[in-house]
């Protein structure tokens, strides 16, 4: 697993995820095996020790109020998105906010845009 160079801020995430008691989550839809892979990827980019893929919601939102990543954490995701599967995700890109709006969205655009095999 990837190491976060932001330690700290990966206490931050495990506070906004859980409070010490047993989680319990809202039933969502199953992850399709591309969106579930991609949580991993999220999962291991930033250093979320906590969490699970099973645990992400494939619609919930990855930045604030969902997963509470940050700007820093994108630039982490968009570099193993690189790694991974060949595609360049450009900090300048228009569409970044819809790209990276939900794993659901992340996972679509991958799917898209990644190199035939």
Same mark, same amino acid.
């Given at each position: 697993?990837?190491?976060? =160079?932001?330690?700290?801020?990966?206490?931050?995430?495990?506070?906004?995820?859980?409070?010490?008691?047993?989680?319990?989550?809202?039933?969502?839809?199953?992850?399709?095996?591309?969106?579930? $892979?991609?949580?991993?990827?999220?999962?291991?980019?930033?250093?979320?020790?906590?969490?699970?893929?099973?645990?992400?919601?494939?619609?919930?939102?990855?930045?604030?109020?969902?997963?509470?990543?940050?700007?820093?954490?994108?630039?982490?995701? =968009?570099?193993?998105?690189?790694?991974?599967?060949?595609?360049?995700?450009?900090?300048?890109?228009?569409?970044?906010? =819809?790209?990276?709006?939900?794993? $659901?969205?992340?996972?679509?655009?991958?799917?898209?845009?990644?190199?035939?095999?």
């Amino acid at each position: 697993m990837v190491k976060s =160079a932001h330690p700290d801020r990966r206490n931050g995430h495990r506070d906004a995820l859980s409070t010490g008691h047993q989680r319990k989550f809202p039933r969502m839809r199953d992850k399709t095996p591309l969106e579930q $892979e991609v949580a991993r990827l999220v999962i291991d980019a930033v250093g979320l020790e906590d969490v699970s893929a099973d645990e992400v919601d494939p619609e919930a939102p990855l930045f604030r109020e969902g997963l509470g990543l940050d700007s820093i954490d994108a630039l982490e995701i =968009a570099l193993s998105v690189s790694r991974e599967y060949g595609i360049q995700l450009r900090a300048d890109n228009k569409d970044n906010g =819809a790209i990276f709006a939900s794993l $659901e969205n992340l996972a679509a655009y991958i799917e898209n845009h990644r190199p035939a095999p």
